[in-house]
């Protein structure tokens, strides 16, 4: 059949140098869906979808044509339920399939970009594809002769490359100083956040099916360059590895896409999770390890950034703000689930660690520190020491990371009862010396390990690769961001103070200037505001409980598991207020101090609210309680507004003084006056609350 790409050469640009590469992958995709349709379901289905595609435009958009017989259109008027079904399915496969490629060949791109960039320019100018080495001791690999030509034809496009290996040599050129680069790098702080879109749920069935048939294209692109280079132009590898492609397309044909049922808050967060499980939590420690290299290489004696300088955060499980089923209980479980991830898998890393550190007293020395760890160790978990002791007796390392590894276990056993209302007031009440009750005890035995072998010249790469997972993910995986609408935390306070009549008149009929002075004077006192017993509305006990758990999950995960208060369609001052007003309530203020726990973060969405933001943001530096809660508390904010003065240095702040956070949306902006105009006034709004922020 004729290609429903139907693209010429000079308009592929994305993988242009390895063009030809790809169309033959394209083509073969194509052939291959073509027969699995065939085979399923006849030829009239295949004419069909031929047909289709001739009667649109080069673009792919449905067209009327008078020569036509049929407009596309009419084409699927005609057509039964079920040839509809069909053809949808078959184009909604034909396209993933497309993706899988063009994203298979723009990793094998991306691969060879940073293989050119370790080459000498004269080595990927020969670029003969031969086993030989290069300048810099660079081993080509083999079958790759048109990428490699293709590379130095399209005018040395690796050196924009944008790698880490391309922009420190890049920045040692345009003479940029070493100690500017050490300290922009001690301000990195990169968190990448999974929002909450349920709509969006794929089966893991088939994302292991798009895995899988990535892995076979592998094979393919394996099995052929292996056939080049003995000089064959076909061979049973490739035949057999094609068979299995095609296989492939045909289990994913015969596969419900959706869910046949509806999934829940917690499946959501499976889903989000996956990528972690799959992709993310193996990738972080290479990204650290690539900026150490190539940084080490241009400046070496520029200090490196902490691992922890790209991390994550999530909304799934934790954004309320429109899904009523996330409740106080879904997100203690989602915080739990999180962490028995990140568990499960410190555990797989410690089993590989204790088949791989078999050193010997015999033949290494260790640290006095481990020594005594390890005896308090045999106290702790006698139970350990008997079952291995004489097995260990010489291999110290073996011995600790059994230690360790039950510890893991015993930690994910509490946290899998924890999860459960039944049990888990029981669980956290028990104290114990054999579990972790924090990631950064964990991390300190890792550390110890590591300094160990580090005082015998030893270096283990898997070791820190773990100490790197640790570092960034801890025992909560990713911090969870919690979002309310704005009119939800007035409602409630409305409710609180009409029930115990404090206000002459309701407090959503109170002036924006008397809301701010009433919960000015309510955010200075000690005095509780809600009642023992909550005589509220379900919304209302609803707002209360959910800032609750999120006190008890810093109490429980530390207070990095939750930080981040997101208030969406944020109007005035007061509705920041508000929710500082609700945290006090929960613990998570402390009107005495000033000192917060939390991070409340306003959301402008709209075209009057973006245009409100920097005088509400700057009304907002101007209340003295609000700018101590920014800088870590009174004591602190006196410290950094007369720094001349001397006295006791106040305890640090728990979170980054003078962080303020501020979201600006494109959603409802947009829906209010267009795509142009909603950009324009966020582009708008961040010059202007940027100068706002810098006088705080």
């Keep these: ?47 069909l979808l031929k047909q289709m595609r001739a009667i649109s435009t080069p673009e792919g958009q449905a067209s009327v044509h008078e020569a036509r017989e049929y407009s596309v259109t009419q084409l699927i008027e005609k057509l039964s339920l079920n040839d509809a079904i069909q053809a949808a399915r078959a184009f909604a496969l034909y396209f993933q399939l497309i993706n899988i490629v063009e994203q298979h060949y723009e990793q094998r791109e991306q691969k060879l970009s940073r293989r050119a960039n370790y080459q000498s320019p004269k080595a990927i100018e020969n670029g003969n594809g031969n086993q030989s080495q290069s300048q810099d001791n660079s081993i080509f690999v083999p079958g790759v002769e048109q990428l490699e030509d293709s590379w130095s034809e399209q005018n040395n496009y690796w050196e924009k490359a944008g790698t880490f290996q391309w922009l420190f040599p890049h920045l040692k050129k345009v003479n940029m100083p070493p100690k500017l680069i050490e300290r922009l790098l001690e301000q990195l702080d990169i968190r990448l956040v999974f929002t909450a879109h349920p709509t969006e749920i794929v089966r893991h069935t088939i994302r292991k099916k798009q895995r899988r048939i990535s892995g076979t294209l592998r094979k393919l692109d394996s099995a052929e360059e292996a056939m080049r280079e003995i000089g064959l132009t076909d061979s049973w590898e490739v035949k057999e590895v094609t068979s299995q492609l095609t296989e492939e397309i045909r289990l994913w044909w015969r596969t419900d896409e959706l869910h046949q049922f509806k999934p829940k808050v ?71 689930y999180q962490r028995g991830i990140v568990l499960t898998k410190y555990i797989q890393s410690i089993e590989q660690l204790r088949e791989l550190l078999s050193l010997s007293l015999h033949w290494s020395k260790v640290l006095p520190d481990l020594l005594d760890s390890l005896e308090k160790d045999r106290q702790q978990m006698p139970e350990i020491y008997d079952e291995l002791a004489i097995r260990y007796r010489q291999e110290p390392y073996r011995l600790k990371l059994a230690y360790i590894q039950q510890r893991l276990k015993n930690t994910l056993k509490r946290n899998q009862l924890l999860a459960q209302p039944e049990t888990r007031q029981e669980i956290r009440e028990t104290i114990s010396n054999d579990i972790y009750r924090t990631g950064e005890e964990f991390l300190a035995e890792l550390k110890l390990i590591q300094r160990s072998l580090a005082e015998t010249s030893l270096h283990c790469g898997e070791l820190d690769s773990l100490v790197c997972q640790a570092e960034v993910y801890s025992f909560t995986l990713t911090q969870l961001d919690f979002r309310q609408e704005s009119s939800h935390h007035s409602d409630a306070i409305e409710e609180i103070a009409e029930y115990l009549g404090i206000l002459p008149k309701p407090y959503n009929q109170l002036s924006e200037a008397e ?61 920041v207020l508000e929710v500082m007003l609700l945290a006090q309530e929960a613990g998570l203020y402390d009107p005495a101090t000033s000192r917060t726990t939390i ?77 142009l105009s909603s950009n324009w006034e966020i582009h708008k709004a961040q010059k202007a609350l940027q100068l706002s922020l810098i006088h705080i």
């Design 599 to 675: 991070r409340i973060v306003p959301l402008f969405e709209t075209v009057d609210d973006l245009k409100r933001a920097p005088s509400v943001m700057g009304e907002l530096f101007g209340l003295p309680l609000y700018r101590a809660a920014l800088a870590g508390g009174y004591d602190r904010l006196e410290q950094l507004e007369n720094p001349e003065k001397t006295g006791e240095i106040a305890p640090p702040p728990i979170q980054p003084a003078n962080l303020q956070e501020v979201m600006l949306g494109y959603s409802d902006s947009n829906k209010d006056s267009g795509f």
């Design 1 to 47: 059949m004729s290609s429903l790409l139907q693209t010429s050469p000079s308009k592929v640009s994305i993988f242009s140098a390895s063009h030809l590469l790809l169309q033959n992958r394209l083509k073969l995709e194509e052939d291959l869906w073509e027969t699995v349709l065939w085979s399923e379901c006849g030829q009239e289905i295949v004419d």
């Design 515 to 575: 809301k701010t002075q009433w919960l000015t004077q309510e955010l200075r006192t000690r005095r509780p505001l809600i009642p023992g017993e909550m005589p509220f509305s379900k919304s209302t006990c609803e707002i209360i409980e959910t800032l609750r758990i999120l006190r008890k999950l810093q109490q429980e995960f530390g207070v990095s598991i939750c930080q981040t208060y997101i208030i969406s369609m944020t109007h005035n001052v007061s509705d």
């Design 266 to 336: 917690l499946d959501e967060v499976d889903y989000a999770l996956h990528y972690f499980q799959e992709v993310l939590f193996e990738i972080i420690p290479q990204l650290a390890v690539r900026l150490k290299q190539s940084l080490s290489q241009s400046f070496p004696h520029v200090s490196l950034p902490k691992n922890n300088f790209c991390y994550f955060g999530s909304w799934v499980g934790a954004d309320r703000d429109g899904n009523p089923f996330v409740t106080p209980q879904v997100t203690w479980e989602t915080a739990c």
